[in-house]
C-alpha cells in the first residue's frame, strides 16, 4: 500500500485529477493512463507480486535503498520510485514519477 508521496504531481495522477497545464509539459509524453494504472499496481502489491510482475522491470536503484519499476513500457524515459515502508516489504512510501535522464 501507498502511504506517501515525494511530490505532489505523482499524486495527482494516483487519484486521477486533472493536471494543469505546466504539470502536464512537465511530463512531457508520459501516457498518464498507464502511469496512473502502475501506480495502482503498486498501491496494491507486496514485493513478491513486483517480482512475478516481469513487465514493470522492478528493480532496486544502484547504490541507494530505492527501488524502481516502469511508468509506462521498456522504452520509456519515466520510471516510478520508491521506498519499502515496513519490513514485510508491502508497505512504500516517498513515491515519485521520474525521468530517468
Known sequence: MIKSFADPLTEKIFRGENLTRKEAKRLGDIRL??????????????EKDL????????????GTKRYSIDANAR???????????????TDVSLVKIEDTH
Open 75 to 89: 522504452a520509456s524515459k519515466w520510471r516510478i520510485t520508491f521506498t519499502w515502508a515496513n519490513q514485510e516489504l
Open 33 to 46: 493512463d498507464k502511469a496512473q494504472e502502475r501506480l495502482v499496481i503498486l498501491h496494491h502489491s507486496s
Open 51 to 62: 517480482l512475478t510482475l516481469h513487465s514493470l522491470h522492478y528493480h532496486k536503484l544502484h
